[in-house]
């Protein structure tokens, strides 16, 4: 019995590896996880299987199918970029699908109160569909109020669809989204919790924030619906950071959200009514905007490959905001090479965070290395920073869901606008300024006496980021 035991424990094992091997990954991560697939093969190989196993041979969506949403975006009249960001532009178009289009009346919301009536006014002058994508919708006076207007647009016979993170929303009652259904609105969720919990996706999220409005208007960002974002969070307020956009770069939105809704539902949308023509608002200056997704499920890790090249390119400064500063090794050492090459490297974080304190611990654990590069590093003190932004130069600037942390870079479906335009980026960088008034500056000397035992609670904590 015990020799029976031997040959099948060694099985699995070997059985293990071969899958870790076959990966062809990183081969420090994959010495990594054959150590752990070794020394714990039942818990090894179930944490692989959950957050070390590689989703990119698997699509959300077949490259045919894109393909013909893709078709419905009407290519701008582009004027010559600056040589700066022609190689970002052409990264981004050919590992992303991502053409260079325009967006006009672009605005940056920094308040969830006033986002959030821009976007219900413009959904009430609604009249051909809706749809709505948020990571969180809680059932709250915010997500309520929401969900009555939506059922109120479908009963005038729009097409109304939503689409909600399934494990995000675990805790959500049941009967909010059955009253929505009830009430004419199309509602899915990404990743059923159940269908997920014996697979790979398990450890996955769609992070992404989209509306599409009759194809005419989009938003974008970091804020979800609920009631804490518009009352703050630790007795101060929830500063995060959202977009507005017209024009034909609302199309990638709509192939965004087409796409998520394919996967969820098993239906592609191609319908050409959703792209609808795009006129120039009289007196608008067009901005020139790339829609760039990224998720486990596609061949390349885009939105993270783009900062890298944005912050590589730096040349005077770089100004992020993140909630969550927990980055993969490509990222940290991009930031350290601009700092030490003389960029303005700037990080804003939020003094306390809203995930308990090993998410913080995890996200403290790579400040030292980066401040002895040079980064700046700021805490915000008024509220919760949840803003996930970056600016560069006064000549680009990309704000989305994508967070500074390995789970937003590889682990989850995101999406961020990246717009090469001087009066955006000027305004981004205003923002950032204004922001640092609130903040408290991290002295790298004085963070480096930390106690001991805060420092290895932070390495400890480092070690479980992938699922943090």
């Known amino acids: 019995m015990n020799t029976i035991f031997t040959i099948l424990y060694l099985l699995l094992i070997a059985s293990a590896v071969i899958v870790v091997v076959l990966e062809n990954g990183d081969p420090i991560m994959s010495h990594a996880w054959i150590l752990t697939v070794i020394f714990l093969p039942g818990i090894g190989l179930l944490l692989y299987f959950l957050i070390g196993k590689n989703h990119r041979k698997s699509r959300i969506i077949t490259p045919e199918e894109l393909s013909e949403l ?68 809680e059932d709250d006076p915010v997500g309520r109020e ?9 009963q005038q016979g729009l097409e109304v669809r939503l689409i909600y993170d399934a494990a995000a929303n675990l805790h959500v009652d049941r009967r909010f989204y059955k009253h929505l259904r009830e009430g004419g609105v199309e509602v899915c969720s990404f990743l059923k919790v159940w269908d997920s919990l014996f697979s790979r996706d398990l450890n996955c999220r769609n992070h992404r924030k989209v509306v599409v409005i009759d194809g005419t208007i989009g938003y974008t960002g970091g804020m979800n619906i609920a009631e804490r ?3 703050g969070i630790h007795s101060g307020i929830w500063r995060d950071t959202h977009l507005r956009i017209v024009g ?6 709509q192939v965004a959200f087409l796409a998520d809704w394919r996967f969820c539902t098993h239906t592609l949308l191609d319908r050409p009514h959703l792209f609808p023509a795009h006129t120039r608002p009289e007196g608008s200056t067009p901005v020139l905007t790339q829609i760039i997704t990224s998720g486990p499920m596609d061949e390349w890790n ?14 005077h400064y770089l100004y992020l905001q993140s909630p969550y500063f927990m980055p993969t090794q490509p990222v940290l050492v991009a930031l350290r090479n601009a700092a030490l090459g003389g960029v303005d490297v700037r990080l804003m974080l939020p003094e306390r965070g809203d995930k308990g304190i090993l998410v913080q611990w995890g996200s403290h654990s790579y400040l030292e ?7 700046k590093v700021y805490f ?18 990309t704000i989305g ?10 682990q989850d479906f995101e999406v961020n606008a990246f717009i090469y335009d001087t009066a955006l980026a000027r305004q981004q960088r205003d923002i950032f300024l204004r922001d640092m008034q609130d903040c408290l500056a991290v002295d790298p000397k004085e963070w480096a006496l930390r106690p001991k035992r805060m420092r290895l609670a932070e390495s400890v904590a480092r070690l479980f980021v992938p699922l943090l």
């Open 70 to 137: 893709t078709s419905h975006l009407t290519a701008d009249a582009q004027p010559p970029m600056h040589d700066k960001y022609q190689k970002l532009c052409t990264l981004m178009q050919r590992a992303n699908y991502a053409p260079l289009l325009h967006s006009y009346d672009t605005h940056i919301y920094t308040d969830f109160a006033h986002m959030y009536e821009c976007m219900l006014a413009d959904i009430r002058q609604a009249r051909h569909h809706v749809h709505i994508q948020f990571f969180k919708i």
């Open 146 to 154: 929401l969900g009555d207007l939506l059922i109120q647009k479908a």
């Open 229 to 231: 974002y518009r009352k």
């Open 248 to 253: 034909s770069a609302v199309g990638e939105l």
């Open 302 to 315: 885009t939105v993270m490959q783009g900062m890298i090249q944005v912050i590589a390119q730096s040349r």
């Open 369 to 375: 290395e980066a401040m002895r590069a040079g980064v």
């Open 380 to 397: 915000y003190t008024r509220g919760y920073l949840h803003a996930k932004t970056l600016v560069c130069d006064d000549d680009f600037v």
């Open 401 to 410: 869901s994508t967070n500074l942390d390995v789970r937003s870079f590889e």
